[in-house]
């Protein structure tokens, strides 16, 4: 590992094979194309990912974030390289793996209870399964009392506890986020992020979040993974090093934060700068 000394604290980065053992997610010289190969989204991406890391993603626009998820999912096939779940190379989405979007992906004819119940339904639990785990993930998002409510009656924030609801409820071992918060008003996406965090205390998955906002990797990861401009790969993998159970408000408080905050946007604005869209 090595140490960069950042206003004489230290950040630690990450090598991609970090001497663990058994990785959750192994993500091996991805690539992947598109409009037959004029795009490249991604070239030799590569990462591990332990069971029950909190592993944020950041990246310019159009970097390859959601394509790099996407195939971790196995919604989509990478051109190049493969992508290992516990040892399994991944062809195909599999009950183990779990996707949350960010503009919650919720069914408008079904109400809350029916869109928690969906996935539950596709893998064939019984009915009384179905009605005691939709209880009890409502019960502990908060949502208890709009089991009959439809997307369309809920708040912003209120959706998205459906949909962690919904992907916490299959019981999966990674859930891929794909900018969940990104959608929200700040007060409500500080909600949320504490939310997750209570949910990760309890549930211990192995998360990986794709953001644009470094407060929010910083926050919620326990490593973050910054992304080239596309085609994109992994540049750095950085140890946040800060405390679990984690508060929003506490964590921006902390000395380490700042350092990070300002080590990972000095490491981010040359891709920002590459991608384009700097202003």
């Not at 009950?95 to 992906?105: C, I, K, P, S, T």
């Not at 000395?255 to 905050?261: N, Q």
Request: glycine share 10%.
């Amino acid at each position: 590992m090595s140490q960069h000394n950042v206003g004489g604290d230290p950040v630690a980065t990450v090598p991609r094979s970090a001497g663990r053992k058994s990785p959750r997610i192994v993500v091996d010289r991805v690539g992947k194309s598109f409009r037959r190969g004029a795009v490249a989204a991604l070239q030799e991406c590569s990462l591990e990912i332990q069971p029950s890391e909190v592993l944020c993603v950041i990246g310019p626009s159009g970097c390859g974030k959601t394509t790099l998820l996407r195939i971790i999912d196995g919604l989509i096939r990478a051109d190049t390289g493969r992508v290992l779940a516990d040892g399994e190379e991944i062809t195909r989405p599999r009950r183990d793996l779990a996707m949350v979007f960010q503009h919650f992906g919720l069914f408008p004819w079904k109400t809350v209870s029916g869109n928690v119940a969906y996935g539950l339904r596709v893998q064939g639990r019984p009915d009384q399964e179905v009605r005691a785990t939709v209880r009890h993930y409502l019960e502990m998002v908060g949502l208890q009392g709009f089991e009959g409510h439809y997307p369309y009656q809920l708040s912003g924030g209120m959706q998205q506890r459906v949909g962690l609801a919904r992907a916490f409820a299959v019981d999966p071992s990674v859930l891929l986020m794909d900018e969940p918060f990104g959608s929200l008003d700040a007060q409500t996406r500080e909600v949320m992020q504490g939310e997750l965090l209570r949910l990760w205390r309890i549930q211990r998955k192995t998360l990986v979040f794709v953001t644009h906002s470094i407060d929010e990797a910083i926050i919620l990861g326990d490593r973050v993974a910054l992304m080239t401009h596309r085609p994109g790969r992994i540049k750095e993998l950085i140890d946040v090093g800060i405390p679990r159970p984690r508060d929003p408000e506490a964590v921006r408080g902390s000395p380490r934060y700042a350092t990070l905050r300002r080590y990972i946007w000095n490491e981010l604005k040359p891709e920002v700068a590459g991608s384009g869209d700097a202003p």
